[in-house]
């Protein structure tokens, strides 16, 4: 399996989605805000996309603070 | 003066680039790709510079040769393609279909909640990114002046569109009235004129 281009972490909601992003502008993080992909989810929703290297900073700067779904690797 | 461009392997948005560049110096180029994306975002490009375009189709590949406007015949078509004269909008309006023009009027999606609205429009212009097709053109009026200065969250998927060969308006009053028109990150600041000619001109007008 080839390295994932992209990881997007998965939120109950748009308000905690928003409220994680705020986390991670504090903690430097850098992300996107996109629609949740077509394949993962037929809802429309939004998550937050990152490189797979951000993982652990994006975990450590929302765990105990915003609760979340999961993790995918795209 | 002619050219040809190999755009084969190389990654969006680099043919619409290389394409750009070639026109700016030669009159008539030959741009090759390997795939449908680049070569629809190509001959969307040279359409939106008043160009003609001829797709030869072989194998996995196209070849499109794309010829500059006859008329004025000079260096400054180009420009003359970004601000367009009463003969080209006229030319527009008669055409079966004309361009396709995406009206951003505010920096939300939707009425109603704010927040919510932001997100929306975030989550619209990242996929307008990396949709296959594109507008043509994008006019930016009041708040929606705010996305294209720099600060905004979508300034990246913005450039990505400009990229790929739309042109962006954006509302000179808009930007002066927010104190914003040294804060100009994408397109090009523009006036109540253009914006009219561009939407009378439109086949069709997305007003979001």
């Known amino acids: 399996m080839s390295a994932a281009e992209y990881c997007v972490i998965l939120f109950d909601s748009v308000s905690s989605t ?40 994006v975990e450590q700067a929302l765990t105990g603070r915003v609760e979340f779904r999961e993790i995918c690797a795209l | 003066m002619k050219k ?10 680099e043919p619409v680039v290389l394409t750009k560049k070639a026109l700016e110096t030669a009159d008539e180029i030959t741009v090759i790709v390997d795939n449908s994306t680049a070569e629809e975002n ?31 015949g000079d260096s400054s078509g180009a420009r003359k393609a970004e601000i ?6 006229e030319a527009l309006r008669q055409a079966a ?27 619209f212009l990242h996929t307008l990114g990396e949709a296959e097709q594109s507008p043509d053109t994008m006019i930016f009026f009041n708040t929606g002046v705010r996305l294209a200065v720099q600060g905004s969250e979508v300034l990246d998927d913005l450039r990505a569109l400009c990229n790929k060969g739309v042109r962006m308006l954006v509302c000179g009053t808009c930007l002066g009235f927010f104190e914003m028109k040294d804060k100009l990150a994408v397109g090009q600041v523009s006036n109540m004129y253009d914006i009219t000619e561009t939407m009378l001109g439109a086949g069709k007008v997305i007003r979001l």
């Open chain 2, 97 to 123: 279909s004309g361009p396709l023009v995406l009206v951003i009027a505010s920096d939300r999606m939707g009425a109603g909640n704010d927040e919510l609205g932001m997100v929306l429009m975030r989550s």
């Open chain 1, 18 to 57: 928003l409220l994680a992003e705020k986390f991670l502008k504090k903690a430097n993080v850098l992300h996107k805000v996109i629609p949740v992909p077509r394949h993962i989810s037929s809802d429309c929703g939004v998550c937050i996309r990152f490189s797979p290297e951000m993982r652990s900073r």
């Open chain 2, 42 to 72: 190509v001959r969307r490009f040279a359409v939106s510079r008043k160009c003609t375009v001829q797709v030869e189709r072989q194998g996995g590949e196209s070849s499109l040769l794309i010829k500059k406007p006859l008329h004025g």
């Open chain 2, 84 to 89: 367009p004269g009463h003969a080209q909008d």
């Open chain 2, 4 to 13: 040809e461009v190999d755009a084969r392997g190389r990654a969006c948005p």
